[in-house]
């Protein structure tokens, strides 16, 4: 009975600690611009901390990708520019918040675009 009571106790566990949602989202760039795409579940946090990279996007191109999340209503999407990046370094890029774009997206407006991001 105590192994049962055990067993069922982690599973719950592993199932409450278990991403809520995974979706595939595509990423268009359609810019001049060579970009890295990371998102955050931290909404409305400014900082470039717990940032989860979905994909590096040629000029005019784009990228489909997995990404799973948790219990939120609005996910952050960082674009960022490798060129900047590679010019200041990424202390100095971080410290002085060089992203080209941030995007605040609730789950219903990422739903409603058919889970695609337009850039710009």
Known sequence: ??????????ISIMFACAPHRGTYIKINNNSNHTIL?????SYPDTSLNNLYSI???????NCENYMEFS??????FIIHDIDTIEKYGIDTYDQEYKILKRYDLSMKEL?????????P
């Open 55 to 61: 994909c590096k996007i040629q000029p005019f191109s």
């Open 1 to 10: 009975m105590r192994k049962n009571l055990l067993f069922f106790s982690m």
């Open 37 to 41: 795409i990371e998102y955050s579940e």
């Open 111 to 119: 739903e409603d675009m058919n889970w695609i991001v337009n850039f």
């Open 71 to 76: 219990h939120v209503d609005t996910l952050i």
